[in-house]
């Protein structure tokens, strides 16, 4: 079966600017969780959707924002973006407690 | 607080070596973790699983033993080889209520087999 589709794979972006960041899961899978990874901070949870549900919030501030769509399919944004945001973001497709599956990953990259 | 970790950064071996990664966690909660394994430009890739109620697990090539006296986690590669050079994390599936699992990683450890 087809795997976690992210797009788009790279971004560069100015200060201030606003982003969407797309999420296609598992085919089946209800649930979809972002992570940001950067080297300093390592990977932090971002938020969790469950049947377009936003279940769980990470420790970020509000610039931070997401949806799930009736598909599953995801999409995080971030607002008025900061250099502090450049990070590789992942999505994590899951069918429950004991599987997930990650994504390739959106490079975002604040200029 | 509560927070998954790493005793070492980097890991040298030699190929066909064993290698072994190690993992302290501070929850004494959690009683589900994983491995994961992220090559350059990729996502993580789930390696192994276990859980609170075992101690060792068995993977191809892969062991996880878990010591819950201690809070520690290990992950052991059999006769490593120029593939398994990546960055491994263990973390932890903790429960956030409501039916949600978050997972808390540890900060990697970078392994590098040399030829």
């Known amino acids: 079966k087809a795997g976690v589709t992210q797009t788009p794979r790279y971004l560069i972006k100015t200060r201030g600017q606003q982003v969407t960041l797309s999420c296609s899961p598992i085919?089946?899978?209800?649930?979809v969780s972002w992570y940001q990874q950067t080297p300093g901070q390592g990977l932090q949870f971002l938020f969790e959707?469950?049947?377009?549900?936003?279940?769980n919030k990470g420790n970020f501030p509000g610039r931070f924002s997401g949806r799930q769509f009736s598909n599953s399919r995801s999409e995080m944004n971030v607002s008025t973006l900061e250099l502090g945001d450049s990070a590789l973001y992942l999505c994590?497709?899951?069918?429950?407690?004991?599987?997930?599956?990650f994504g390739s990953g959106t490079r975002l990259t604040v200029v | 607080g509560e927070s998954v970790g790493l005793h070492l950064p980097t890991l040298s071996v030699q190929e066909g070596d064993n290698s072994i990664i190690n993992c302290a966690y501070s929850?004494?909660?959690?009683?589900?973790f994983i491995w994961y394994k992220q090559e350059s430009g990729k996502g993580p890739q789930f390696i192994i699983d276990?859980?609170?109620?075992?101690d060792k697990r068995q993977g191809q090539r892969v062991t996880v033993l878990l010591n819950k006296t201690v809070k520690h986690l290990s992950l052991q590669i059999a006769a490593t080889q120029p593939g398994d050079s990546a960055v491994y994390f263990c973390?932890?599936?903790?429960?956030?209520?409501?039916?949600?699992?978050?997972?808390?990683f540890g900060k990697g450890t970078k392994l590098s087999v040399i030829p």
């Open positions: 973390a932890e599936n903790r429960d956030s209520g409501a039916g949600s699992y978050q997972l808390t």
């Open positions: 959707y469950f049947s377009e549900t936003q279940r």
């Open positions: 994590a497709s899951g069918e429950g407690r004991y599987g997930y599956t």
């Open positions: 085919s089946g899978h209800r649930s």
């Open positions: 276990i859980r609170s109620n075992m």
């Open positions: 929850n004494s909660a959690s009683d589900y």
